[in-house]
């Protein structure tokens, strides 16, 4: 079982930054492949972007290609999410997601773990 927390979201402008995190329970956190979803009302579950359980590969959805970087940590058991020149239509609840193989994924299906989210406002 594996319990994610995310934190940093809140209010940016048009352009700022903002540093998601998301810390997870257990002790094989470096077992699992990590994701990032975001949600904005009425619309679909969007992918944001996939670390692989090692960190060495990510994967991001062509709208935050070059303006969002996913790491991780696996000593400290959190992944993050830096996202720079921030626009309106990231506005979004953005929840971590987890799954206990070697590589990241775009489909919110392959996740078996998921936060609560952090929302993110921006303003333009």
């Known amino acids: 079982q594996v319990q994610l927390v995310e934190s940093g979201g809140g209010l940016a402008q048009a352009g700022g930054s903002l540093r998601l995190s998301c810390a997870a329970s257990?002790?094989?956190?470096?077992?699992?492949?990590m994701g990032w979803f975001r949600q904005a009302p009425g619309k679909e579950r969007e992918f944001v972007a996939a670390?692989?359980?090692?960190?060495?590969?990510?994967y991001y959805a062509n709208s935050v290609r070059g303006r969002f970087t996913m790491s991780r940590d696996n000593v400290k058991n959190t992944v993050y999410l830096q996202m720079n020149s921030l626009k309106p239509e990231d506005t979004a609840v953005y929840h971590c997601?987890?799954?206990?193989?070697?590589?990241?994924?775009?489909?919110?299906?392959?996740?078996?773990?998921w936060g609560q989210g952090t929302q993110v406002t921006v303003s333009s």
């Open positions: 997601a987890a799954v206990r193989r070697l590589r990241g994924s775009s489909l919110y299906t392959d996740y078996d773990y």
């Open positions: 670390i692989s359980a090692s960190g060495g590969t990510t």
């Open positions: 257990g002790r094989t956190f470096s077992s699992y492949a």
